[in-house]
């Protein structure tokens, strides 16, 4: 354990230093580069230095081709679905291509009464370059969802979903900004035993922040720092200064309840932060090294260090490093208890690689779950993971590749291997359209599954619909079974652009499984507003 600290401090500090030393200024560029900080189901999260350019809509590239459609942004992040059957983790790199903008002194030109002194017209431009450090950009989703899920044997499932997000920046031209996001879930159907909430409202951010300069800001609510995503959300005050690279940031508040997500006084914490960004026309990172400490009514519940670095080098070699360090526990050891690396290589606008490693063990909250603090230390594992990617376009409309990873605990058990290939025509002769197919093979030591997807995709209408096709078949082959369970699915989503601003999305899906009917239909309506004010 000691030479496994001393190597991770050694890292964190070659790599810290290699971040300074080859700083300079930023130069000015047509694209902005963000990173991947989380990857679920059907979203993925990217952050960047400031997201005042991007809108919702926008398309995200990766290794030279569209990947993610941007659906809802704050000041530094955007969440994003993917596109083109992209495949990222976190750690990726993607470029968000700026407009074209027309050049300034065309614009003051036109706008210049020639019967006006020269000496009354210079003035005139000052007010205008600081305006433009706060411009106000609202950007905002509010969408209302059902899910339902019908079935001939097990119990029906029907549920309500809303959601509002809101990131106002700079209102009115001036220092303060608004975010939020909001969600209220309401369950219809339950299972005769269910014993909890049927209605579930939670705040995942809503804080006001306050620019005191453009290198010092203050945020006062429930926020999830960028810089500092691995602390989570906290209830209470932020703040951030930059010192030109360098920058600074300090946290002191609450953290929400870990059984609803709410408000919670008992769980007291406070941290804070230090990094470097250094960006120039071949080398762009950053790099960040925080505490935190967090207690629940006045005991210490967890304290630990984290360390995160992204870096790009000539826009073909990715490198992400995360880290947690658990420093308190009764017998006074550290715990190694998160790390993940992960590197990426384009060849060439025709080829990429990417493989990663992954250790993470249990987080132990100390005085939050005392009684089974015993049961948690006799499992005190970590869990490991290897994967590796491929991607390849031998030709213009065609992408194939393919992925393998493992994973197992440190004693050799739950070990799962899983292979996956997929083959893209991105657009098919006479015919148009996006044709996929896909197979995935996982064994484990107690189930072998096999996995065979086909889809078919479009825009019609000058893409004021987008609709989808898909039939999946997969079959599972359990060790204690002598027949293999096999379950086929056919589905289709429907997307209807309408009046710029409204979509409504109508998914159905239809499983069978011997003697068993299964229907899921989901429906979601959604708004977004947007409005931009250059002041």
């Known amino acids: 354990m000691l030479k496994m600290k001393q190597l991770l401090l050694g890292l964190h500090i070659i790599i810290l230093f290699h971040s300074v030393?080859?700083?300079?200024?930023?130069?000015?560029?047509?694209?902005?580069?963000?990173?991947?900080?989380?990857?679920?189901?059907?979203?993925?999260?990217?952050?960047?230095?400031?997201?005042?350019?991007?809108?919702v809509d926008d398309?995200?590239?990766?290794?030279?081709?569209?990947?993610?459609?941007?659906?809802?942004?704050?000041?530094?992040?955007?969440?994003?679905?993917?596109?083109?059957?992209?495949?990222?983790?976190?750690?990726?790199?993607?470029?968000?291509?700026?407009?074209?903008?027309?050049?300034?002194?065309?614009?003051?030109?036109?706008?210049?009464?020639?019967?006006?002194?020269?000496?009354?017209?210079?003035?005139?431009?000052?007010?205008?370059?600081?305006?433009?450090?706060?411009?106000?950009?609202?950007?905002?989703?509010?969408?209302?969802?059902?899910?339902?899920?019908?079935?001939?044997?097990?119990?029906?499932?029907?549920?309500?979903?809303?959601?509002?997000?809101?990131?106002?920046?700079?209102?009115?031209?001036?220092?303060?900004?608004?975010?939020?996001?909001?969600?209220?879930?309401?369950?219809?159907?339950?299972?005769?035993?269910?014993?909890?909430?049927?209605?579930?409202?939670?705040?995942?951010?809503?804080?006001?922040?306050?620019?005191?300069?453009?290198?010092?800001?203050?945020?006062?609510?429930?926020?999830?720092?960028?810089?500092?995503?691995v602390f989570g959300a906290n209830d209470g005050l932020q703040v951030e200064k930059y010192f030109g690279p360098f920058y600074a940031g300090g946290i002191v508040g609450f953290r929400p309840d870990v059984f609803d997500y709410g408000f919670n006084s008992d769980l007291f914490q406070y941290g804070?932060?230090?990094?470097?960004?250094?960006?120039?026309?071949?080398?762009?990172?950053?790099?960040?090294?925080?505490?935190?400490?967090?207690?629940?009514?006045?005991?210490?519940?967890?304290?630990?260090?984290?360390?995160?670095?992204s870096s790009t080098i000539a826009k073909d070699l990715g490198l992400f490093v995360s880290s947690e360090l658990d420093l308190f526990n009764p017998q006074g050891d550290v715990r190694l208890t998160n790390l993940y690396s992960s590197l990426r290589y384009r060849f060439s606008r025709y080829a990429n690689i990417m493989v990663s490693y992954d250790s993470r063990k249990r987080i132990i909250y100390y005085e939050t779950f005392q009684s089974q603090i015993d049961q948690i230390l006799d499992d005190d594992l970590a869990r490991q993971g290897f994967r590796a990617r491929l991607n390849l376009r031998p030709i213009k409309y065609i992408w194939l590749g393919g992925s393998y990873s493992k994973r197992f605990a440190s004693d050799q058990q739950n070990k799962s291997d899983n292979y996956f290939g997929y083959l893209t025509f991105a657009n098919i002769p006479k015919v148009g359209g996006r044709l996929n197919g896909s197979y995935n093979l996982n064994q484990n030591n107690y189930l072998t599954s096999n996995i065979i997807s086909v889809r078919y995709s479009r825009s019609l209408f000058k893409d004021l619909l987008y609709a989808e096709i898909y039939y999946r078949t997969a079959e599972y082959d359990y060790e204690n079974q002598r027949t293999p369970y096999k379950q086929d699915y056919y589905g289709t989503n429907l997307n209807f652009n309408f009046a710029r601003t409204w979509q409504f999305a109508l998914s159905g899906e239809y499983s069978q499984f011997e003697e068993e009917n299964n229907i899921r239909v989901y429906a979601q309506l959604t708004k977004r507003f947007r409005s931009k004010k250059n002041n």
Request: glycine residues 6%.
């Open 21 to 55: 030393s080859l700083f300079s200024q930023e130069q000015q560029n047509n694209t902005l580069q963000g990173t991947v900080s989380f990857v679920t189901s059907s979203n993925i999260y990217v952050k960047f230095s400031s997201t005042d350019a991007i809108s």
């Open 272 to 309: 804070g932060y230090v990094g470097v960004e250094t960006t120039n026309s071949h080398f762009r990172s950053t790099t960040t090294v925080g505490a935190m400490e967090q207690t629940n009514q006045g005991a210490t519940d967890r304290r630990y260090l984290f360390f995160q670095h």
């Open 59 to 229: 398309v995200l590239q990766f290794n030279g081709t569209d990947c993610l459609k941007v659906t809802v942004k704050s000041s530094t992040s955007v969440v994003c679905v993917p596109i083109n059957d992209c495949e990222l983790q976190t750690g990726d790199t993607v470029i968000y291509t700026l407009p074209a903008v027309a050049p300034v002194t065309e614009v003051i030109e036109d706008n210049v009464d020639d019967s006006i002194p020269a000496e009354v017209a210079v003035p005139q431009t000052v007010p205008e370059e600081k305006e433009t450090l706060y411009k106000e950009f609202i950007t905002g989703r509010v969408s209302l969802a059902s899910y339902n899920q019908f079935s001939d044997v097990r119990d029906d499932n029907q549920r309500l979903l809303g959601r509002v997000s809101l990131n106002a920046n700079h209102i009115g031209g001036g220092k303060f900004s608004v975010e939020t996001f909001l969600s209220y879930q309401n369950l219809i159907t339950v299972a005769d035993n269910y014993s909890g909430r049927t209605d579930i409202f939670n705040v995942y951010n809503l804080n006001v922040q306050y620019d005191f300069t453009p290198t010092l800001w203050a945020a006062v609510g429930r926020k999830i720092n960028p810089k500092a995503s």
